[in-house]
């Protein structure tokens, strides 16, 4: 915000910006949306649905528009496109060997023909245009207790059924062929999470734009990723990076002129690329050294890794 501005009393500053209701709500929401995103984001990039969900959160925008040109809300217009859009991936979804493929082409043709559906929208309504920036790029001045109330509600049910399906989930995530041999039902698990992920895509949109939720959806999950590979330290990592990225973007743009959008991409991108060059570093340090056979005292052959 263009007239506040840091000052030497950190805690002032602080107790000044929540004295704001606006932002009050921002932080809550923005806390919701944070551990909805990080982790369903987390099993998207285990997944390797990262496409999906791009698309997921690309026809949130004609969704909002189409919403409001039948004078109903944006969250209603987000949900119900994310959600339709998940049913339709689902229920058309290959199987198989060429499942993903398939599947690239198949939201590939949803998420151009739903674009050109948000734009007929705008196009017949033209006293929208006014609203597209916030709808594409997200605001979070507008945030009302009741939609708070919307996301909390939201959070607890898609928490709740990630609680009660993670396991067989994570293993016809790691590896489908098998965990449809051992009886566990993929294609409803396929159709469930599809549809877990659009509910976060919508509720995510609502705060950051429709073409935004990617950055909040993916970098902070992608992040997690290249630091560790264990599932509970992961989705614990996940959560931290978004909140960390949600947090610090908030408090910037109240103190600064520039959009929650610019602040929320570049601090979550910041993040994965420092985790991407540590891992870098330490794979290439890995790979400098030499294996040797050691007999320890129990007279076991083992492997230790020598400097070159």
Known sequence: MDDVRFSVDLVADVVQMWSQPFMVNAFRAGTIVAVLSALTGWLVVLRRQTFVAHTLSAVGFPGAAGATL?????????????????????????????????????????????????????????GFLNGTSALLFGSFLGITGGQVTVLAVLAVLVL???????????????????????????????????????????????????????ALLVLPAATAHRITARPARG?????????????????????????????????????????AGGRAGLDRRHRGGRLVT????????GSRRTAP
């Open 160 to 214: 709740a059924l990630l609680a009660v399906a993670g396991r067989p989930l994570l293993f016809a995530s790691t590896d489908a062929e098998t965990a449809r041999v051992a009886g566990v039902p993929v294609r409803a698990l396929d159709l469930g999470f599809l549809l877990v992920l659009g509910a976060t895509v919508a509720a995510v949109a609502s705060i950051t734009g429709a073409l935004l939720v990617f």
């Open 235 to 275: 989705l614990a990592l996940s959560v931290l990076f978004g909140l960390v990225a949600v947090w610090s973007a908030l408090t910037a743009t109240y103190y600064s002129p520039y959009p929650l959008g610019f602040w929320l991409t570049s601090i979550a991108f910041a993040g994965f690329v420092t985790a």
């Open 70 to 126: 039948l004078g109903a809300g944006a969250l209603t217009g987000y949900f119900g496109f994310c959600l339709a859009a998940a049913v339709v991936i689902a229920l058309l979804g290959g199987r198989g060997a060429g499942r993903h493929g398939h599947e690239s082409a198949l939201v590939g043709t949803v998420q151009g023909f739903l674009l050109a559906c948000g734009f007929l929208f705008v196009a017949l309504y033209k």
């Open 294 to 301: 050691v007999f320890p005292r129990d007279g076991l052959p």
